[in-house]
């Protein structure tokens, strides 16, 4: 399984931004793909995901600026971030085989080496 995330850079509060997620090595069309994120000094925080029949997930903290995509045909999915702000700064990683505990987020079992966001004026 190999996920390679690419699109972070510095952008301005207010700014747009999209991320995309290149996944090799699994069923990509079979499988739900997430973006999870991880501030400095804070834990990783689930933002995102989408099924295999396209039904997307938000964490309420994103929800109306992000959205994610995916294009089965090229085994990437894509998160637009519109309206950032400077408290979605952070690492964001691609992963699958995430779970949850009692609606909590808790592992991943595979993860991409992350791209950074910084919003920052």
């Known amino acids: 399984v190999q996920l390679v995330e690419s699109g972070g850079a510095l952008v301005q509060p207010g700014g747009s931004l999209r991320l995309s997620c290149e996944a090799s090595?699994?069923?990509?069309?079979?499988?739900?793909i997430n973006w999870v994120r991880q501030a400095p000094g804070e834990d990783r925080e689930w933002v995102s995901n989408?099924?295999?029949?396209?039904?997307?997930l938000y964490a309420e903290s994103v929800k109306v600026r992000f959205t994610i995509s995916r294009n089965n045909a090229i085994n990437t999915v894509y998160l637009q971030m519109e309206s950032v702000k400077p408290e979605d700064t952070a690492v964001y990683y691609c992963?699958?085989?995430?779970?949850?505990?009692?609606?909590?987020?808790?592992?991943?079992?595979?993860w991409g080496q992350g791209t950074q966001v910084t919003v920052s004026s």
């Open positions: 090595g699994f069923s990509f069309s079979d499988s739900v």
């Open positions: 992963a699958k085989g995430c779970t949850w505990l009692g609606g909590n987020f808790q592992r991943c079992e595979y």
């Open positions: 989408i099924q295999t029949n396209g039904r997307t």
